[in-house]
């Protein structure tokens, strides 16, 4: 069994910062590729941010410059530290990992996704 628990959503006025953390556990053989989301009620869930295991990094043009992603291999947790939110930024956030973990015949690969963390940016 692997598992992400994600932390750090809350409410904050315009402008301010939050910094979102989510740890993986379980029989984890090695962690890919994190990500994350953010989903809007009676939206499609959209793709914030991307770091590969080497630390290379993507972030959606909505939040270049405000966000940023970022994960610590030893902890098996990825970050993002988001900075001047907008209204516009309220959302649940989910983390995504691309997880290789050990299973009585070797080694098996899925997707794994947090439970999600509510981020509210008051105007």
């Known amino acids: 069994q692997v598992q992400l628990v994600e932390s750090g959503g809350g409410l904050v006025q315009a402008g301010g910062s939050l910094r979102l953390s989510c740890a993986a556990s379980g029989s984890i053989f090695s962690i890919n590729a994190m990500r994350w989301y953010r989903q809007v009620p009676g939206n499609e869930r959209e793709l914030v941010a991307t770091?590969?295991?080497?630390?290379?990094?993507n972030h959606a043009d909505s939040v270049k410059g405000r966000f940023t992603i970022s994960r610590d291999n030893a902890k098996n947790t990825v970050y993002l530290q988001m900075n001047s939110l907008k209204p516009e930024d309220t959302a649940v956030y989910y983390c995504?990992?691309?997880?290789?973990?050990?299973?009585?015949?070797?080694?098996?690969?899925?997707?794994?996704w947090g439970q999600g963390t509510l981020v509210t940016v008051s105007s």
């Open positions: 770091i590969t295991r080497g630390g290379s990094t």
């Open positions: 995504r990992a691309d997880v290789t973990k050990y299973v009585p015949a070797g080694y098996r690969s899925l997707e794994v």
